[in-house]
């Protein structure tokens, strides 16, 4: 069987950067097996999700480098789950419940009092036909229970039952079945619980692998009771450790915090938020893949932690400055050119070590051939007017800086900082940047010249 995985958000919100590393798991995953990769919405709630938030969802897998092969939508699935439903019921495995939420407490707390575990005790199966109807006909809506397969004749004497999978992840798991209660799959007014959508798909679509985040654990026991009782095999199990914020809280779709398209709206590059996404809260170091090439290899070496891995802005930011540096002309040229900076290759490489973000270059490409605000210290102005006069001829190239600044420290004995901040200052507005060497030949003679006349807050080019 080859392996097929899916990712499967539900459209209700954008995605952040904690679900584009469940994204990444998968597709990682699925390109280092050669498998498939399905993008599945799971949009059984038509009250909640909304078109537009898959459309951004697919948006953003494609700016991280995912291309779905197959993309689905629960929304267009119901006469499946109907028709599981209908399997089950025909068993006996999915049975009509009426109580409310008020008596499901109280049949908790008896049992917890009786040292038994907190769970439903099954009392619905012994409804009668007519009790059933009694309650049809006081308005009752019934939700529907699995019947876990945790007894041996009689479902009201729950014996332990071990429910074993090894994960991908986590290693051998085991959780007791008796220890549930039978979940329930669909509510009064008729709608699914995720649980059974979720298993019918895995099986109609020839899923080999389920990777997601560990926040759904205890949701694997029941799903793989529900594989057996439909008679499939369950899949194979992974559950990775979430990210967690920068203090400690979970991520949520509902925020909008730490969105992917926040990401980019911040100039991050899609190569360090995938590298970032896919190698924290692992033992793999944090480190700038330039491909998903690359991605898979160090993904395929590293073991994902078991404790929640924690998101560090500082840390993304740095592995985008290494990328931006990593990057060359012809790589970046395009997106220079939609940024306004028509830019040759010198420029380009003049800037790309001392930017964080692709649009840190057009603000340098403003300051060399732009209005600036000139920075330096008014005491300067006469040490800068003596730069002006050993300013070499045209033209210039990356030697200029030096023959320039060696004739000015001989004339004026500064040296080190004292020497070159006014210069920068004057130049550039900031106290740090590019090498000047590099920088120095786009800024031409006369606009030099002009900087170095008027060298303290004003406006000039
Ligand atoms: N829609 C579920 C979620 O977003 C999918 C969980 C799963 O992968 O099975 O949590």
New binding site residues.
């Given amino acids: 069987m080859p392996v097929t995985v899916?990712?499967?958000?539900?459209p209700t919100g954008h995605i952040h950067v904690g679900?584009a590393r469940?994204a990444l798991f998968n597709w990682l995953f699925a390109r280092s097996h050669d498998g498939n990769f399905i993008l599945r919405f799971?949009d059984t709630d038509v009250q909640r999700a909304r078109a537009e938030y898959a459309t951004s969802i697919l948006t953003d897998l494609r700016w991280l480098g995912i291309e779905p092969d197959r993309i689905e939508r629960q929304s267009e699935r119901f006469a499946a789950y109907d028709q599981a439903a209908e399997t089950l019921k025909a068993k006996g495995l999915l049975y009509a419940c009426y109580e409310t939420p008020d008596e499901l407490d109280r049949i908790r707390s008896r049992r917890r009092a009786r040292g038994l575990p907190p769970v439903y005790d099954r009392r619905a199966l012994k409804l009668s036909d007519g009790e059933r109807a009694g309650l049809a006909a006081e308005g009752r809506k019934a939700h529907w229970r699995f019947l876990l397969p945790n007894f041996v004749d009689d479902p009201a004497k729950m014996q332990r039952t071990e429910c074993s999978w090894d994960d991908v992840y986590r290693g051998h798991q085991t959780i007791d079945l008796a220890s549930m209660s039978d979940p329930v799959l669909i509510r009064e007014d008729g709608t699914y619980l995720?649980t059974l959508p979720?298993v019918v798909d895995d099986v109609d679509m020839g899923v080999s692998h389920?990777?997601?985040?560990d926040?759904?654990v205890t949701?694997t026991a029941a799903q793989i009771a529900l594989f057996e009782a439909l008679g499939a095999a369950a899949p194979v199990f992974g559950h990775h450790n979430l990210l967690q914020s920068e203090t400690g809280e979970g991520l949520s779709k509902r925020t909008g915090a730490l969105s992917i398209g926040a990401l980019r709206e911040d100039g991050l590059e899609p190569m360090a938020v995938a590298s970032f996404a896919s190698l924290i809260g692992t033992s793999e170091p944090v480190q700038p893949a330039r491909s998903m090439a690359e991605l898979i290899r160090l993904y395929s070496v590293a073991r994902v932690n078991k404790a929640p891995a924690r998101f560090s802005l500082d840390e993304l930011r740095g592995l985008n400055t290494k990328i931006v540096a990593q990057s060359s002309f012809a790589e970046v040229a395009g997106r220079l050119s939609v940024l306004g900076v028509d830019c040759d290759e010198n420029f380009w490489m003049a800037v790309r070590d001392n930017i964080q973000t692709l649009s840190e270059a057009a603000d340098w490409w403003q300051i060399v051939g732009g209005d600036i605000e000139g920075a330096a210290d008014a005491d300067d102005a006469e040490f800068l007017a003596e730069a002006a006069q050993c300013l070499p001829p045209e033209p210039w190239d990356t030697t200029t800086w030096s023959v320039w600044t060696s004739a000015l420290k001989d004339r004026t004995g500064r040296k080190g900082k004292q020497l070159f901040m006014p210069l920068r200052l004057a130049l550039t507005g900031r106290d740090r940047g590019p090498e000047l060497a590099a920088l120095l030949p786009f800024f031409g003679r006369p606009s030099t010249m002009a900087r170095l006349s008027e060298p303290t807050g004003r406006r000039r080019n």
């Avoid at 389920?210 to 985040?213: E, F, P, T």
């Fill in positions: 899916r990712f499967a958000p539900s679900n469940t799971d995720y979720s389920v990777i997601r985040g926040d759904h949701n």
